[in-house]
């Protein structure tokens, strides 16, 4: 449950693109892999969700997709803006939640 | 505000003391977590108690870390003896936990300088 591998660990983007942020876990047993977005202090905030019974879940321009054979999900922002520009992080959830090592995500105008 | 709320958001403290942190959770939800936070680096679990036992402790860092939920409402972190290796953000998060999942919500964290 503790091994979360999070790539990339910075990623710079122009305004409009899309931006992708993988990660693997090792725990089988996990049902429950969420999104954060954190601002410069402040606590991490749920953007997105996905458990373990569904591929591919979408919030307008968020996206997350699970493959649970590989143990690997992935976040997809599309049309980034400047306000995407923040760390993001997953994680992997059964009783505790274990985070990865975050993404710093730049959005370029 | 409903939040997560944490006191205080900043404390400096000489090494060798001790400091205790308060979180409350937002009041429905059964289950607190603690985590720690370092400069580029995700949340570390530390412990997490569902109402007011605490289920999980074997993450605390080490026998100077201790935390309570007396009443499972509020709960205190206490780091004893600090050490400048404590230097970190403590983070709270509260969910309520029904049938095997619920979302975390996060406060905004108590900053924690040793020097």
């Known amino acids: 449950g503790e091994n979360v591998e999070q790539h990339p660990s910075t990623l710079s983007v122009q305004e409009g693109d899309s931006a992708v942020i993988k990660c693997t876990y090792s725990d089988s047993a996990s049902n429950y892999f969420p999104w954060y977005k954190q601002e410069l202090g402040k606590g991490p905030q749920l953007i997105i969700d996905i458990r373990s019974n569904v591929g591919e879940k979408k919030d307008q321009r968020i996206a997350v997709t699970l493959n649970k054979t590989a143990k690997h999900f992935s976040l997809h922002i599309t049309e980034t803006q400047p306000e995407d520009s923040a760390v993001y992080f997953c994680a992997e959830a059964g009783n505790q939640f274990y985070f990865g090592t975050g993404t710093s995500l730049t959005v370029i105008p | 505000d409903t939040g997560v709320s944490q006191d205080p958001r900043h404390k400096i403290t000489k090494r060798g003391q001790n400091v205790t942190f308060r979180c409350d959770p937002i009041?429905?939800?059964?289950?607190l977590y603690w985590y720690r936070q370092t400069l580029g680096q995700g949340p570390e679990f530390l412990t997490y108690?569902?109402?007011?036992?605490?289920?999980?402790k074997s993450r605390l860092l080490s026998d100077r870390f201790s935390a309570e939920r007396p009443k499972g409402s509020f709960s205190t972190l206490e780091i004893q003896r600090t050490e400048q290796g404590d230097s970190a953000m403590y983070l709270c998060?509260?969910?309520?936990?029904?049938?095997?999942?619920?979302?975390?919500?996060f406060g905004e964290g108590s900053r924690l300088t040793v020097l």
């Open positions: 998060a509260s969910s309520s936990w029904v049938a095997d999942t619920g979302e975390l919500f």
């Open positions: 108690f569902q109402n007011e036992a605490q289920l999980e």
């Open positions: 009041s429905e939800h059964n289950r």
